[in-house]
C-alpha cells in the first residue's frame, strides 16, 4: 500500500539525504521531536532539538520512500505526534505550536498534501483520547467516532488524496478507535471506584509477614505500584524518593510501594541487593488488589484518603511537577482545618 502510495522505485542512491526543518512557535517545554523508522526497530532517522533556537533544520539518510513515525519530547515526556511520508532527497518543513501540538501541525515542502492529510487525521485522533480521559458513555464514544471518521474522510476527498492513502488514514484510524473503545472501558470503571473502599488487601513484606492497607488508615496513601523488570517505574523512584524526604516529617501521609512481580523471591532479592528503604510491600500479579484496580500497564499510582477510600485510582507520576502540589493542598489544607 505505502510503496503504491508514494512510488515503487525503492532503489537506494549514491546520496539519499533528505532534509527536515522544524520552526516551533510559543516554545517554551517542547525539547525535541525525533523521528523513526518503524520497521527498523525503531531505528532514530533524526533529533531535532530546541534548546538554542526554535527552528531547526536537519539531514536524514533516508533508502526508501515510506511512512516515518514522528514523536514530541515535551516536558520530558514522549508522545507520539503521528505519522509522516519521507521519501529519499525529499525537503520537508513542519510548523508547530507547542500550545497546540496537534491542531497547529503544518507541513510543506514535498508530500505536504499527504503529511497534512495524515496529520489531519492524528488530530482527531488526539482530540478523541483527550475526551475519554475520564471515561464516557460508550454510545457517545461510538457517536464521536463516527463523526471524527466522516470528518477526515471529507478532508481526504477535498484534499483529492490518491485512494491509497486514504484506504491507508482509514485503516489506521478503525484500528485506533477499537484501542480507544476497550481503553474507555477501563477509565469507565477506573471512574466508577472512586470513593469506594480501596484498603481492603493483603501483602506481604520482605520478611514474608502479612500486611494491609487497613494498617495505614488514619492517613492518606499515595500509592507505587511497579515491577523490578520495569524500567519506566525505576526512573519514577528517584523522584519518588524525593516526595518521602520531603514528606518524611508528615504524619498525615504514607508512601509506599507494592509490587506486581510474579515471583515474591525475585522481588525480595532485589529491595535486599539494593537496599531499597521505605514501606515495601508484594502482591503478586494475579492478585485481588491487582484485580481491583485493573493494573495493567506500568507504572500505575493510586491515592486513598484516610479511610482508605479511593480518591484517584490512576493517579499522575512523581516526576510530574504538580504531584507534589496536589498532595501538599490534600494534606496541609486537611491539617488546617483541623
Not at 533529533?47 to 533508502?63: G, P, W
Not at 471529507?154 to 488524496?161: A, E, P, R, W
Not at 490512576?314 to 507534589?324: A, C, F, H, V, Y
Request: proline content about 2%; some cysteine.
Amino acid at each position: 500500500m505505502v510503496s503504491t502510495l508514494i512510488s515503487s522505485c525503492k532503489e537506494e542512491r549514491k546520496n539519499p539525504i533528505s532534509v527536515i526543518e522544524v520552526n516551533v512557535t510559543n516554545q517554551q517545554l517542547l525539547d525535541s521531536l525525533i523521528i523513526y523508522d518503524k520497521d527498523k526497530s525503531w531505528e532514530i532517522k533524526s533529533i531535532l532539538r530546541f534548546k538554542e533556537s526554535n527552528r531547526v533544520i536537519d539531514t536524514m539518510k533516508i533508502l526508501e520512500n515510506k511512512f516515518y513515525q514522528i514523536y514530541s519530547f515535551l516536558d520530558g515526556k514522549q508522545g507520539e505526534l503521528g505519522e509522516l511520508v519521507i521519501s529519499p532527497n525529499s525537503e520537508i518543513t513542519l510548523f508547530i505550536d507547542e500550545k497546540e501540538l496537534f491542531e497547529s501541525i503544518d507541513y510543506s515542502g514535498n508530500f505536504k498534501l499527504s503529511n497534512n492529510f495524515l496529520a489531519y487525521s492524528k488530530k482527531y485522533q488526539n482530540l478523541l483520547s483527550e475526551m475519554v480521559r475520564n471515561g464516557i458513555k460508550q454510545e457517545e464514544l461510538e457517536i464521536l467516532i463516527h463523526e471524527k471518521g466522516e470528518l477526515i474522510n471529507k478532508k481526504g476527498i477535498s484534499l483529492n488524496v490518491v485512494d491509497s492513502l486514504s484506504s491507508y488514514v482509514k485503516l489506521k484510524f478503525d484500528e485506533f478507535s477499537d484501542i480507544l473503545k476497550q481503553k474507555n472501558i477501563k477509565y469507565l470503571y477506573k471512574t466508577s471506584i472512586v470513593n469506594k473502599i480501596g484498603n481492603n488487601f493483603f501483602f506481604k513484606d520482605i520478611k514474608n509477614n502479612v500486611k494491609t492497607l487497613k494498617d495505614f488508615k488514619g492517613k492518606y496513601v499515595y500509592i507505587d505500584v511497579w515491577a523490578t523488570w520495569c524500567k519506566p517505574c525505576k526512573v519514577e523512584h528517584t523522584f519518588l524518593k524525593q516526595l518521602e524526604e520531603h514528606f518524611s516529617n508528615n504524619n498525615e501521609l504514607q508512601i509506599i510501594s507494592i509490587s506486581t512481580d510474579r515471583e515474591y523471591d525475585k522481588w525480595e532479592k532485589y529491595i535486599t541487593k539494593n537496599s531499597i528503604k521505605g514501606v515495601q510491600l508484594y502482591s503478586g500479579s494475579n492478585s485481588d488488589f491487582v484485580k481491583f484496580y485493573d493494573i495493567g500497564a506500568l507504572p500505575r499510582f493510586i491515592f486513598l484518603d484516610k479511610e482508605g477510600k479511593v480518591i484517584s485510582p490512576d493517579e499522575i507520576r512523581p516526576s510530574n511537577s504538580k504531584t507534589l502540589e496536589k498532595l501538599e493542598a490534600t494534606v496541609y489544607n486537611n491539617v488546617n482545618k483541623r
